[in-house]
């Protein structure tokens, strides 16, 4: 069990009045707040180990240099990763996606599929369709039902010889749906088409097992789980990351260079060009430390438990709408109030202290499904308490009242 009251001394941020009101913080699927051993963990590194790394004979470049690769390790435990090379840094999941999907534009040939779901962030839309234009290659999507879930039956349906590459969020952040990933990754292979997940919205939340999930490339963003904005974790299985060409040149990439050949580096240089964000890369491992500490049982049963808590207290509002109602799903409530438009009540419930997102987070295909313009989102994090989730109540009753 964890003890919230403890838990929320970590985080000083929390303490803060916002507009004349107590701040609570509901948008915690856009990014994390940072506990203190996080903040203090960037500092301490400028003020003691700060230099570059991978170059220096000298003392201070061999201290950040450990510090960072032994972050690296971290995150190879945490995710379960077979080798600590597997695990490239990158600024945040946007990156890792276009680094994977440029590589598979240089692969691909016309006739080829990549296969996405109706659930995806921009981030695994985008980059995708960069990948067919230069390759040829044709993107078909994986529909959903009203609930917001993925249709099994139509994956199976467009799944075939022709599908090499299979690109599906873990968890949405629209909506909170938790996808089979496990079965669409052993479907997917079945066919020999590569699999990446976007795991930005599920390591929050979950540990994820790479090895145990079969997937090829598994990426997330630092800052969704207590860490520095700009940091980021590729990781992909061996194999397929000798496979995949270079993204950026430049330093620290490359084994030799001259004007007619260059020659690049093994892994996890190849795709780690130039001076990295040391001191984010670093304090990475320091938020995962904590995130472990706290223990991911421990999250999940909390936050499950807000999650039951805030869709029965937001229910009792006449004319709210839930939209994604998965079986599966954490906690995130994406949501309407009839009527109104969901910037309006963002702006209300904001004057009463309480930050929640609206629009359709960088998912207008999910809100074309739905025919809405966008929704207004509360997602919970483990330092969140159902007295914030009565307060966030009380703040949509009284923007009803206003603007109705
Ligand atoms: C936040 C998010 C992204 C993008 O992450 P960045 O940190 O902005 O690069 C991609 N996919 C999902 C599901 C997200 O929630």
Redesign the pocket.
Known sequence: MLDIKAVRDDFPILKQQVNGKPLVYFDN???AQKPKVVEEAIKTYYETINANIHRGVHTLSQLATDAYEESRKKVQHHIHAKEDHEIIFT???????NLVANGFGALLKAGDEILISAL?????IVPWQFACERSGATLKVIPMNQKGELIMEAYDALLSPNTKVVAV??????LGTINPIKEMIAKAHAVGAAVLI?????TPHIKPDVQDLDCDFY??????ICGP?GT?VLYGKEAWLNKLPPYQGGGEMIKTVTFEKTTYACLPHKFEAGTPNIAGGIVLGYALDYLNQLGFDNIQAYEHELLTYGTQRLLEIEGLHIVGTAENKTSVISFNIEGLHPYDVGVIVDKLGVAVRTGH???QPIMDFFGIPGTIRASFSFYNTKEEIDILVEAVRKAQQMLS
């Open positions: 699927a856009a990014t600024p945040g999941t946007t990156f890792g996606i995806e962030h921009h981030s695994n969020s873990h968890i949405s952040n629209a976007d795991g930005a919205q599920a990426v997330f963003s630092g800052h969704k904005t980021g987070h960088c998912t």
